[in-house]
């Protein structure tokens, strides 16, 4: 069955709020390598293979419902499973 | 004037919306189920506060995609008046009937709490009974009001003057340190190009009544119906 593992993410010029904290919390681990975090939201959809463009469907999932394109980007990889 | 209240799966100012429109504001009003698809009869629909579909994905975006919200664009498109509380207002960006997105605040805390908005024009139905300049005070209460609109559609909200409503000190100053959310240039309340829909982050139903501290939010609710009024001679 394919699979659509979607990323949905802040775009770049965009606060990202939660990735700053995230990125204070490893620090005050010890982990002071970092330049930047940036966090984002992964969706796994399980697709049926009905002889449909899937790469069409997806790309349509995304800019109807999964990613605001005011703030957020969104990409995909579709997998056999 | 006939007011409508859309109550959407966890919307939670439903109640306190119709109490003040039908009790304090002495006016018709109906709610409206999500499902339903005509908003026939209806002067002024209100979409509440509240947390619709859980907010699940992004505040707003489930909710959209409801059956009412094809009857509330119509309705938009037509020249009814809709007036989108918090978590009404997120959906009604979702909706692409006002420009922007409203994301988490930048503390990443639910605040809730009486802060001042500063209204910035009474050329729009919902504050054509206050002032430019004038100071209301109203409570806030969101985890998601942090307005953000690309610079071309500051620009052009500004130039329409369409910001209704920004965050400011008692006294009306309009600074970074008044500002409880990262809300985009202090934004509280925006318009349509139309002028006929409106969203705000503070909610006028929890300040229409001096027991509860402000009367200031019933300004907004008597403004609606000052304009209906004048609409109609």
């Known amino acids: 069955m394919p699979k659509a593992k979607v990323l949905v993410t802040l775009k770049p010029t965009i606060l990202d709020a939660q990735g700053q904290v995230i990125q204070n919390a490893l620090e005050s681990l010890g982990f002071t ?36 394109p005011v703030m957020e980007d969104y990409s995909f990889e579709i997998v056999e499973c | 004037m006939k007011f409508g209240v859309v109550v959407f799966p966890g919307s939670n100012c439903d109640a306190d919306c119709y109490y003040v429109i039908k009790d304090v504001m002495g006016q018709p009003v109906r709610y409206v189920w999500h499902q339903e698809r005509t908003l026939n009869g209806l002067d002024c629909v209100v979409l509440p506060g509240g947390f619709s579909y859980g907010d699940y994905l992004r505040t707003g975006a489930i909710a959209r995609f409801s059956p009412v919200m094809e009857a509330v664009s119509d309705f938009a498109e037509r020249g009814g008046l809709v007036l989108g509380i918090c978590n009404g207002f997120q959906i009604l960006c979702e909706a692409g009937l006002l420009p922007g997105v409203l994301m988490q605040n930048t503390g990443l805390k639910f605040i809730c709490k009486f802060l001042h908005v500063r209204v910035e024009t009474t050329n729009t139905p919902f504050t054509s009974m206050c002032r430019v300049g004038q100071v209301l005070r109203i409570p806030i209460a969101h985890h998601g009001g942090n307005y953000f609109a690309d610079e071309a559609t500051l620009a052009e909200l500004k130039r329409e003057d369409r910001v209704v409503l920004r965050y400011s000190s008692p006294s009306g100053d309009v600074a970074p340190e008044y500002n409880p959310n990262g809300s985009l240039d202090n934004i509280a309340g925006i318009c349509n190009k139309g002028r006929n829909v409106f969203g705000l982050m503070p909610h006028p139903e929890r300040a229409s009544e001096r027991i509860l501290g402000s009367e200031d939010g019933r300004l907004i609710f008597a403004s609606i119906l000052n304009s209906f009024a004048k609409q109609k001679l």
């Open chain 1, 33 to 68: 390598n970092l330049k930047r975090v940036r966090m984002g939201k992964y969706i796994e959809l399980t697709l049926e293979a009905d002889g449909r463009d899937l790469n069409q469907e997806v790309r349509e999932m995304c800019e109807k419902l999964l990613a605001n």
